[in-house]
T-cell receptor, first 112, second 117 residues
Framework: GQNIDQPTEMTATEGAIVQINCTYQTSGFNGLFWYQQHAGEAPTFLSYNVLDGLEEKGRFSSFLSRSKGYSYLLLKELQMKDSASYLCAVRDIGDSWGKLQFGAGTQVVVTP | GAVVSQHPSWVICKSGTSVKIECRSLDFQATTMFWYRQFPKQSLMLMATSNEGSKATYEQGVEKDKFLINHASLTLSTLTVTSAHPEDSSFYIC?????????????FGPGTRLTVT
């Protein structure tokens, strides 16, 4: 199985940058996902990393280091609507169905 | 993009009754569907993996006789919470994995909020 750790909560001001770290342990890594979840809603897909390096998508970027079992999600030019929970999820290569194991989520609070 | 729907979006039922939740992939065929449960301020917990035409695989600690899963077609999976109790009140979310060579990404439904009184 996987152990996935991410901070519980982070606070930042509008316009700033926030980096959410995620560490994981898995027997066979087959991809790391970041999702955004607003309260009372289902998660929405943000990014997917399977190779080392940085993936940039507009204001959001995600980084992966497989050797370190580490990823981060970078949120730039924060907006109030970015206040949400951010979930790190890992897929195991040993699972043919591709199920994801989620971290506990990081609640990001954006203040004016 | 791929769309997954759930029905109902919310339901209130009395203790001891059963509730069925539907998960549909609207514009793609889903080889596999996953059912999650999420309690307030907690992360998603995988309950079971559902494959079309075969029995669901349940995660450790999830009672298969209480949470009945049926995946009758490539676009529909259902979760029935039998003899519901107040502690089953939760946010139930399904996701569907697209049937493409080499696998496919998971798309989440909007969730169903179950309240058992």
């Amino acid at each position: 199985g996987q152990n996935i750790d991410q901070p519980t909560e982070m606070t930042a001001t509008e316009g700033a940058i926030v980096q959410i770290n995620c560490t994981y342990q898995t027997s066979g890594f087959n991809g790391l996902f970041w999702y955004q979840q607003h309260a009372g809603e289902a998660p929405t897909f943000l990014s997917y990393n399977v190779l080392d390096g940085l993936e940039e998508k507009g204001r959001f970027s995600s980084f992966l280091s497989r050797s370190k079992g580490y990823s981060y999600l970078l949120l730039k030019e924060l907006q109030m609507k970015d206040s949400a929970s951010y979930l790190c999820a890992v897929r195991d290569i040993g699972d043919s169905w591709g199920k994801l194991q989620f971290g506990a989520g990081t609640q990001v609070v954006v203040t004016p | 993009g791929a769309v997954v729907s759930q029905h109902p979006s919310w339901v209130i039922c009395k203790s001891g009754t059963s509730v069925k939740i539907e998960c549909r992939s609207l514009d793609f065929q889903a080889t596999t569907m996953f059912w999650y449960r999420q309690f307030p301020k907690q992360s998603l917990m995988l309950m079971a993996t559902s494959n079309e035409g075969s029995k669901a695989t349940y995660e450790q600690g999830v009672e298969k006789d209480k949470f009945l899963i049926n995946h009758a077609s490539l676009t529909l999976s259902t979760l029935t919470v039998t003899s519901a109790h107040p502690e089953d009140s939760s946010f139930y979310i399904c996701s569907a994995r697209e049937r493409v060579m080499g696998g496919g990404e998971q798309y989440f439904g909007p969730g169903t909020r179950l309240t058992v009184t």
